[in-house]
């Protein structure tokens, strides 16, 4: 069984920058993927970028290339996703997810971390 815990959401205005982290299980940076998605309120979710286990990086969606950035911390068992420009429609549940694959819906997922872009 894979566990996701993420963190750092928040309140935060145009222009921030904030980084959200995803804490896996042991090993599960070695073995599975790791894409991060969002969801607004009334909206699908959308999958934004994704790590494989050999560090391949996959953008899924154009509105965050050259803004959101994904890093692994083997030692921390830790995915990071860095966002940069917010903007107010990046306002979303955060959540990351692990699969063998870089997918549009992930085997395990965890709860999220809300974030917040308002002035």
């Known amino acids: 069984q894979v566990h996701l815990v993420e963190s750092g959401g928040g309140l935060a205005q145009p222009g921030d920058s904030l980084t959200l982290s995803c804490a896996a299980s042991e090993a599960t940076l070695d073995t599975y993927a790791i894409g991060w998605f969002r969801q607004a309120p009334g909206k699908g979710p959308e999958g934004l970028l994704c790590?494989?286990?050999?560090?391949?990086?996959?953008v899924n969606l154009d509105e965050v290339k050259g803004r959101f950035t994904i890093s692994k911390d083997y030692a921390k068992n830790t995915v990071y996703l860095h966002m940069s420009g917010l903007k107010p429609e990046d306002t979303a549940l955060y959540y990351c997810g692990a699969d063998w694959t870089c997918i549009q819906t992930m085997r395990f997922r965890g709860r999220g971390t809300q974030v917040t872009v308002s002035s």
């Open positions: 790590i494989t286990n050999n560090d391949q990086i996959k």
